[in-house]
């Protein structure tokens, strides 16, 4: 059984910069992306105190939900539908400080107040899937997050 996250910093990339090795030691390893998948959504979830943590995989031709932590959650999103959808269309990085703003946000729960999703991109640019990050305050993302949200799934190959 893995040894339990353990975060003292106190800045936002101060915790980043002391989760990511243990990420590292959890996926070390094991080949199994469901597995991987889920070990990267607790390690967050509890490590960053993140609301809902979660992917969404590429299944013929729409979003499917993956491991995740948090409440329940959409099971199908249609591409360019809500903020993980978009973030699918576009291959990009999204950050929305207010969900309630955001044309088209698919309101899995109203607990939710704001998001970042970003695109988890193959070799040749196609998306596989996308990584789902909710907080239940507004303005809870930025750079940071996006900067090291990238580095920990660059660790999974899909």
């Known amino acids: 059984m893995a040894e339990e996250l353990r975060i003292t910093a106190t800045s936002k990339s101060e915790k980043y910069d002391q989760l990511y090795p243990q990420v590292q030691a959890l996926l070390e390893g094991e080949k199994d992306i469901i597995a991987n998948l889920a070990n990267i959504c607790a390690a967050l979830k509890y490590g960053m105190d993140f609301f809902w943590v979660g992917f969404y995989l590429v299944k013929e031709n729409e979003l499917v939900?993956?491991?995740?932590?948090?409440?329940?959650?959409?099971?199908?999103?249609?591409?360019?539908?809500?903020v993980c959808g978009s973030s699918w269309l576009q291959k990009q990085s999204i950050i929305v400080p207010d969900v309630e703003k955001f044309p088209g946000h698919i309101a899995c729960s109203s607990l939710s107040k704001s998001?970042?999703?970003?695109?988890?991109?193959?070799?040749t640019g196609e998306v596989l899937a996308v990584f789902d990050v909710d907080s239940d305050k507004l303005d809870a993302f930025d750079s940071t997050d996006e900067f090291h949200l990238k580095k920990i799934i660059e660790l999974v190959s899909l």
């Open 65 to 82: 939900l993956g491991p995740f932590q948090g409440p329940v959650a959409c099971t199908r999103i249609q591409k360019g539908k809500g």
């Open 115 to 123: 998001e970042i999703v970003i695109p988890v991109l193959s070799a």
